[in-house]
């Protein structure tokens, strides 16, 4: 099906569930009625109904509470229904409808008795079964009292709000069904921004876990928390509804949801302090956030002790406090870092931060927890760039550390050949001074400066192109010639294919093949035919270098007692092997020693095959 198709297929569908639901709500507002009430605070627990109905003169408009709730004050409410009583004997069955409070009772008339009927949060009459519960008590036109009045007995626990902000209405039977159907079509709405939420956290959690056990960095570890501590917090009554973790509300869920939300900054803070290394590079917000995690832990604390000894309007009271302070910690921590920011990280922190407080803040002022979730949604994302960006900065770090410690190693086993093969010339030099070759070893010392300040100008560098360094293997075969007396012959050939003028590779890394072949290989060979073969090719992403001498064989000259055979052990051929394994990426052999033999099987020489990798 074309792309098109789909998307024109999608609008339709998702307009006419808009419109589906547009319709409904419309029609839900049409058929609920808003009923007026008047209100008498009281904080005095023992008054029965009976009290109240006698005090009918305390009761107050509703637009005279100005004062947010207090936990310790008791609403009684009197909705006058006077004026929809002919409507009300219309039907045998209707529902009134009122926001959720902690404790609510309401009280009516059932067979001549007042009854009172609870419906509270904490009282536990009914299950919370939607994610958008909204109480819904039977009443009947005969449950009136005094044919005109019900009464409601409310204390807000939770939250401060205020009473002039209470609203109540009233629906037939059937239309509470449409209401209910309404709801229900609403709430797949609001249960697919849910599980989207849902969803995300559950894969960032699943992710940053596992980044840290096999990292061990704990930014991932608190972010992860973070994350869970999140979902918790805003996916409360989709826990409920659901029976995940909780199947009903009560005092100790209130209390997990009260410190999920100090939870979710004590991992907050932690987290920052980690992803940004304020231990190291910023001491000053470091300092500040180590005070903030001990006044977190202090208010988890004294809320739990509020909570289980019921001082309500305490642990309101403290968890405002930490709001503030989470606040004002967010907004100085946000500008600190604007201004003394060392890294990009520092700006996904902020960023992040901003779109979550502007969230938080739209939650607190509307009471609408999708502000909250779609912020929280932002600062998800923002924060898994971050340190998605950071794990690559570290990466990068790493293989800057690799390659510096490469060319350090390589500079170091550099530094071990160039005093062996000076060490060596120095003996040859030596050897002529013996012999009173004069002449031949001021030029010998005359052509050993030159090649010395050659490697002198390119010790900077790890790698140098492959004519210079055949450049330096021709001084160095025309020093041991001349060492010698011209007692063997030599030539170097680069192939066509290769271009020696922009391929690199290590300094004197053929140097101590050349050597060997000459020391054990040729200077024991008897007669006047001793010849080396140096070749150059290329071979996809490898230079090959062979070095082929027509000498005695490795088996012969085990066996010779040469004067120039070194009484210590040579570490040329140890080292250069270290070097080009430093220098290839795989663990392919790159030095091939090959003994040659005639159909006779005797030795006729040595072929050393180098491998070199350029890319």
């Known amino acids: 099906m074309p792309k098109s198709l789909l998307y024109i297929i999608s609008v339709l569908i998702l307009s006419n569930v808009y419109c589906y639901n547009l319709i409904a709500q ?86 001549n008795i007042l009854i009172e009927k609870k419906f509270g949060l904490f009282d536990g009459s009914e299950k919370i079964n939607s994610i958008s519960h909204i109480n819904r008590i039977p009443l009947k036109y005969s449950s009136l009292i005094k044919n005109r009045f019900i009464y409601l007995k409310i204390r807000r626990l ?13 629906a037939l039977q059937t239309i509470n069904h449409s209401a209910q159907s309404y709801y229900l079509k ?44 999140l979902f918790i917090y805003l996916n409360g009554p989709l826990l409920i509804a659901n029976n995940i973790i909780f199947d009903s509300y009560s005092i100790i869920v209130h209390w997990f949801f009260q410190i999920a939300q100090v939870l979710i900054n004590l991992c907050y803070v932690y987290f920052v302090s980690f992803y940004l290394a304020t231990k190291k590079d910023y001491p000053t917000l470091n300092r500040i956030i180590k005070c903030i995690i001990y006044t977190l832990v202090i208010i988890i604390i004294i809320d739990s002790f509020f909570l289980y000894f019921k001082y309500f309007e305490a642990a309101i009271y403290i968890m405002n406090i930490q709001r503030l302070i989470m606040t004002l910690f967010g907004i100085g921590g946000m500008i600190y870092l604007l201004l003394t920011a060392k890294n990009r990280l520092a700006y996904f922190i ?16 509307t009471k609408k927890c999708d502000y909250m979730i779609a912020g929280a949604t932002l600062e998800i994302i923002i924060f898994a760039l971050g340190l998605a960006y950071k794990i690559h900065q570290e990466h990068k770090e790493k293989l800057l550390f690799e390659k510096e410690s ?54 900077i560098e790890t790698n140098i192109v492959l004519s210079d360094e055949i450049n330096l293997l021709h001084q160095y075969l025309e020093l041991e010639a001349l060492r010698f007396d011209a007692s063997f012959e030599y030539t170097i050939h680069v192939t066509d294919t290769l271009n020696p003028d922009v391929e ?112």
């Open 26 to 111: 419309n029609n839900l507002h049409k058929n609920t009625t808003q009923v007026p009430f008047e209100v008498y605070k009281t904080t005095d627990d023992t008054l029965s109904i009976h009290d109240i109905i006698k005090s009918d003169s305390l009761f107050q408009s509703s637009n005279y509470f100005t004062d947010k709730t207090r936990p310790k004050d008791i609403y009684w409410i009197k909705i006058d229904l006077n004026k929809e009583l002919e409507m009300l004997k219309t039907d045998s069955l209707w529902f009134l409808k009122s926001s959720n409070y902690a404790h609510a009772s309401m009280f009516c008339v059932e067979n």
């Open 158 to 170: 939770r939250f401060s709000d205020r009473v002039v902000n209470w609203k109540f209405h009233y």
């Open 186 to 229: 609403k709430n797949i709405t609001i249960s697919i921004r849910k599980y989207i939420f849902t969803g995300i956290c559950l894969v960032m959690f699943i992710l940053t876990l596992a980044f840290f056990i096999t990292s061990g960095n704990f930014e991932f570890l608190f972010y992860s928390l973070y994350i869970l501590w």
């Open 350 to 365: 902020v960023a992040g931060s901003f779109l979550f407080m502007i969230g938080t803040l739209g939650f607190f002022f």
């Open 406 to 459: 490469f060319i350090n190693n390589c500079k170091a086993l550099r530094a071990q050949i160039n005093p062996h093969f000076i060490f060596n010339s120095l003996g040859s030099i030596q050897h002529l001074i013996v012999f009173e070759k004069k002449e031949a070893a001021l030029k010998y010392l005359s052509k050993f400066s030159h090649l010395m300040r050659n490697l002198l100008e390119n010790s």
């Open 504 to 615: 690199e590779v290590p300094m004197l890394i053929i140097q101590p093949f050349v050597e060997n072949a000459i020391l054990y290989g040729l200077l024991n060979k008897k007669g006047e035919d001793k010849k080396l073969n140096i070749c150059f090719r290329k071979e996809k992403n490898h230079i090959i270098c062979e070095v082929d001498d027509n000498g005695i064989g490795r088996s012969a000259a085990k066996n010779i007692n040469s004067s120039y055979k070194k009484p210590i052990k040579s570490r040329g051929l140890e080292l250069t092997e270290k070097r080009l394994q430093q220098f290839h990426k795989s663990e392919e052999k790159n030095i091939k020693i090959i003994d040659k033999i005639d159909n006779y099987g005797t030795s006729i020489g040595t072929k050393v095959v180098i491998k070199i990798q350029t890319e």
